[in-house]
């Protein structure tokens, strides 16, 4: 069975993502690092360790990571995004289990233990900023080079950003760990807004929660219905984060993938676009696996049956 490590910042939709994985039944998760971005570091931790506990799985570790973006000491939480994710990253939802700790361990040390002992069995997938991907990176390219898959929720190519008009959020909030994870010569899948903005939840996805009554059920509604409502420009709420990581475990899933070379602008207004290095069509330097389309109606599916499963346990 394949090993999974979700980077989060929980974030409502990658509460989701978590949520959906412990739905799945051929994947099995050996951790969740975290880093901020939807919220500050701690608040993702809470977050995370709340989410796993109400879904029977408090014994999957929480490694804490990034608190800043490379080269910065501090960093705050915009009112656009408590807009979107809620004043406390959640949908302002509230769970009860404060006793549960994180583990003591880094998230990029772990990440680099997990390369060593699962490597080709092993799919990391990036659904924050890519701190703490560069950071492992950093310490142990030869052990992060030994992964089967390395995927990343982030970039727009094709498509407007969504913090800014070039910007995708994951690639904004720390375009130097993202321009030194994309240069590091590693095998790299990228699933952008391209696709994830064509993955929308509305009512009718999410209203099957409503006819389960376990605690864990309603806050999950809660919290997706709190993001399909909130998130701005788009209507509905956008799965990122579990298109992401089904598209990881599945790349079936995304029916146009384009093999190219990326950069990340560092500067200026358009600070986190994602561009070409080259021209499209030449083959040779690319370093990324890019989603143009996906079939949304199976991602959907897959993600609503898993939804239910992780729900429905007892209390
Ligand atoms: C990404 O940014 C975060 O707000 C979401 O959780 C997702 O990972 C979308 O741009
Ligand atoms: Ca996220």
Redesign the pocket.
């Known amino acids: 069975m394949k090993k999974l490590i979700l980077d989060v910042?929980t974030?409502?939709?990658?509460a989701l993502a978590i949520a959906m994985v412990l739905g799945m039944e051929d994947v099995s998760l050996a951790g969740v690092t975290v880093v901020f971005?939807?919220t500050y570091l701690s608040y993702a931790v809470r977050n995370t360790l709340d989410v796993l506990c109400e879904l029977g799985h408090p014994e999957i570790g929480v490694y804490p990571g990034a608190e800043y973006p490379w080269g910065q000491n501090d960093w705050l939480v915009s009112d656009h995004?408590k807009v979107?994710?809620g004043n406390n990253g959640v949908g302002n939802v509230s769970f009860k289990y404060n006793q549960r700790k994180p583990k003591n361990q880094s998230a990029c040390d772990f990440m680099i233990e997990a390369a060593k002992k699962y490597k080709e069995e092993l799919i990391i997938v990036n659904?924050?900023p890519l701190t703490n991907l560069a950071n492992a990176i950093n310490k142990n390219r030869e052990a992060m080079s030994l992964c089967g898959t390395i995927a990343i929720?982030?970039g727009a190519l094709t498509v407007k950003g969504?913090?800014t008009p070039y910007a995708?959020?994951?690639i904004f909030n720390d375009p130097a760990a993202a321009k030194y994870v994309m240069e590091s010569g590693l095998d790299l899948t990228m699933i952008g807004?391209d696709v994830?903005l064509k993955t929308v939840i509305m009512e009718d996805d999410i209203s099957f929660l409503k006819e389960i009554t376990t605690v864990a059920s309603k806050h999950i509604y809660d919290m997706a219905y709190y993001y399909y409502v909130n998130e701005e420009g788009v209507l509905g709420g956008?799965m990122?984060?579990p298109l992401?990581v089904a598209a990881a475990i599945d790349p079936s899933l995304i029916t146009k993938w384009h093999d190219i070379s990326l950069e990340v602008w560092q500067n200026g207004p358009g600070v986190g676009r994602i561009v070409t290095t080259g021209d499209m069509l030449v083959k040779p330097n690319k370093n990324v696996r890019y989603a143009l389309d996906v079939n949304s109606e199976s991602f959907k599916k897959r993600f609503k049956e898993a939804l239910r499963k992780a729900v429905n346990r007892p209390e």
Do not use: Q, S, Y
């Open positions: 910042d974030g409502i939709d990658d971005g939807n995004l979107i994710h659904l924050g929720m982030g969504n913090i995708e959020a994951n807004l994830t956008a990122h984060d992401a």
